[in-house]
Protein backbone atom coordinates (compact mmCIF):
# COMPACT_ATOMS: atom_id res chain seq x y z
CA UNK A 1 0.00 0.00 0.00
CA UNK A 2 1.20 3.32 -0.76
CA UNK A 3 -0.77 6.37 1.21
CA UNK A 4 -0.04 9.72 -1.03
CA UNK A 5 0.47 12.77 1.25
CA UNK A 6 0.87 15.22 -1.13
CA UNK A 7 -0.90 17.99 -3.27
CA UNK A 8 -0.82 15.92 -6.27
CA UNK A 9 -3.34 12.77 -6.35
CA UNK A 10 -2.63 10.11 -7.80
CA UNK A 11 -5.06 10.57 -10.65
CA UNK A 12 -3.25 13.05 -12.17
CA UNK A 13 0.44 11.14 -12.11
CA UNK A 14 2.26 10.14 -15.00
CA UNK A 15 2.14 6.72 -16.46
CA UNK A 16 5.82 6.31 -15.46
CA UNK A 17 5.19 7.75 -11.74
CA UNK A 18 1.97 4.88 -11.42
CA UNK A 19 4.16 2.03 -12.60
CA UNK A 20 6.93 2.72 -10.22
CA UNK A 21 3.96 3.32 -7.74
CA UNK A 22 2.63 -0.37 -8.62
CA UNK A 23 5.68 -2.06 -6.52
CA UNK A 24 3.83 -0.49 -3.39
CA UNK A 25 0.07 -2.06 -4.54
CA UNK A 26 -2.92 -0.48 -3.94
CA UNK A 27 -2.32 3.98 -3.43
CA UNK A 28 -4.75 6.09 -1.19
CA UNK A 29 -4.55 9.49 -1.56
CA UNK A 30 -4.64 11.73 1.06
CA UNK A 31 -4.36 15.95 0.42
CA UNK A 32 -1.87 17.46 2.18
CA UNK A 33 -2.90 19.71 4.82
CA UNK A 34 -2.61 23.67 3.96
CA UNK A 35 -0.32 24.26 6.65
CA UNK A 36 0.04 27.61 7.77
CA UNK A 37 2.88 30.13 7.35
CA UNK A 38 1.98 32.04 11.10
CA UNK A 39 2.19 28.21 13.41
CA UNK A 40 4.19 27.50 15.64
CA UNK A 41 5.88 24.50 16.81
CA UNK A 42 3.07 23.48 18.93
CA UNK A 43 1.22 23.85 15.78
CA UNK A 44 3.27 22.03 13.73
CA UNK A 45 3.31 19.05 16.60
CA UNK A 46 -0.43 19.22 16.23
CA UNK A 47 -1.10 18.87 12.96
CA UNK A 48 1.64 16.29 12.53
CA UNK A 49 -0.06 13.85 15.41
CA UNK A 50 -3.32 14.55 13.37
CA UNK A 51 -1.92 12.80 10.02
CA UNK A 52 0.15 10.46 11.95
CA UNK A 53 -3.48 9.55 13.21
CA UNK A 54 -5.01 9.11 9.70
CA UNK A 55 -2.04 7.60 7.86
CA UNK A 56 -2.34 5.18 10.64
CA UNK A 57 -5.94 4.58 10.24
CA UNK A 58 -5.78 4.20 6.33
CA UNK A 59 -2.75 1.86 6.72
CA UNK A 60 -4.50 -0.55 9.12
CA UNK A 61 -2.93 -3.63 9.21
CA UNK A 62 -0.95 -2.94 6.06
CA UNK A 63 2.78 -2.62 6.25
CA UNK A 64 3.09 0.92 4.00
CA UNK A 65 4.98 3.14 2.75
CA UNK A 66 4.27 6.80 2.71
CA UNK A 67 4.78 9.70 -0.06
CA UNK A 68 5.42 12.82 1.63
CA UNK A 69 6.01 16.04 -0.34
CA UNK A 70 4.91 19.50 0.99
CA UNK A 71 5.47 22.17 3.04
CA UNK A 72 9.18 21.57 4.91
CA UNK A 73 8.73 21.74 9.02
CA UNK A 74 5.86 19.80 8.60
CA UNK A 75 7.58 16.96 6.34
CA UNK A 76 10.32 16.67 8.20
CA UNK A 77 8.61 16.34 11.46
CA UNK A 78 5.76 13.86 9.76
CA UNK A 79 8.44 11.62 8.14
CA UNK A 80 10.76 11.29 11.03
CA UNK A 81 7.81 10.75 13.42
CA UNK A 82 6.52 7.90 10.44
CA UNK A 83 10.31 6.15 10.00
CA UNK A 84 10.00 5.56 13.90
CA UNK A 85 6.85 4.03 13.59
CA UNK A 86 8.27 1.73 11.33
CA UNK A 87 7.01 3.31 8.00
CA UNK A 88 8.67 3.39 4.51
CA UNK A 89 8.81 7.29 3.75
CA UNK A 90 9.34 7.94 0.10
CA UNK A 91 9.56 11.14 -2.15
CA UNK A 92 9.46 11.79 -5.87
CA UNK A 93 12.03 12.99 -7.92
CA UNK A 94 11.29 15.03 -11.32
CA UNK A 95 13.59 16.50 -13.55
CA UNK A 96 12.87 20.60 -14.29
CA UNK A 97 13.05 21.58 -17.82
CA UNK A 98 12.25 25.53 -18.22
CA UNK A 99 11.44 26.84 -21.60
CA UNK A 100 10.61 30.28 -22.68
CA UNK A 101 7.15 31.08 -24.89
CA UNK A 102 6.21 34.36 -25.96
CA UNK A 103 7.70 35.86 -22.91
CA UNK A 104 6.19 33.34 -20.31
CA UNK A 105 8.45 31.08 -18.59
CA UNK A 106 6.93 27.23 -18.69
CA UNK A 107 8.31 24.69 -16.62
CA UNK A 108 7.52 20.81 -17.15
CA UNK A 109 8.26 18.09 -14.19
CA UNK A 110 9.35 15.13 -15.32
CA UNK A 111 9.28 11.96 -12.85
CA UNK A 112 12.24 10.20 -12.51
CA UNK A 113 12.02 7.56 -9.74
CA UNK A 114 10.89 7.38 -5.87
CA UNK A 115 13.66 8.40 -3.39
CA UNK A 116 13.60 6.71 0.41
CA UNK A 117 13.67 9.54 2.92
CA UNK A 118 16.63 8.67 4.85
CA UNK A 119 18.77 9.51 7.89
CA UNK A 120 22.52 9.88 8.23
Given at each position: ???N??????GK???E????????GK????PF???S??G???????LS???I????????????A?H?MG???????????L????????????E???R????E??T????????K??SI
Amino acid sequence: MLINLSNHLSGKWSPEQLQAAAQFGKIVDLPFPNVSPDGDDAYIQALSNEYISKIEQAAGNNRAAVHVMGEMTFTFVIVSALIRKGFTCIASTTERTVREENGEKITKFEFKQFRKYISI
